[in-house]
């Protein structure tokens, strides 16, 4: 849910998520070899759930981001100081 509402999109959670590498692998062999088109795919693959964007929740995180941010421009000369600081130290 988190991803569908920071990026705004919905998002398709697949069956059996443990298997996406070696089934992904397995549709790309077969397209190589001619069985299948990568536009067949999408309908190869269940899907168990689909999350929708919240846009309540996305206000949210837009608002949280906001606030990181800021917090990251104002500590930004701090770390640079530090880093230098422990460079100069041989601590990195």
């Known amino acids: ?11 398709r959670q ?3 998520p443990i298997l996406a590498n ?4 397995a549709f790309i ?3 190589s070899l001619g069985e299948i088109t990568f536009d ?10 689909t999350a929708a964007p919240n846009p ?6 837009d608002d949280a981001f906001a606030n990181f941010q800021t ?4 500590m930004s000369p701090l770390y640079k100081r530090l880093n230098r600081q422990s ?3 041989g601590r990195l």
């Not at 070696?22 to 692998?25: F, I, L, S, W």
């Open 22 to 25: 070696a089934r992904g692998a």
């Open 87 to 89: 460079l100069s130290e």
């Open 71 to 74: 917090i990251y421009r104002r």
């Open 14 to 16: 697949i069956q059996d």
């Open 40 to 49: 067949d795919v999408p309908h190869l693959v269940q899907v168990k759930r």
């Open 1 to 11: 849910q988190i991803l569908a509402d920071v990026l705004d999109v919905p998002v």
């Open 29 to 31: 062999a077969a397209a």
């Open 56 to 61: 309540q929740n996305r206000a949210l995180y």
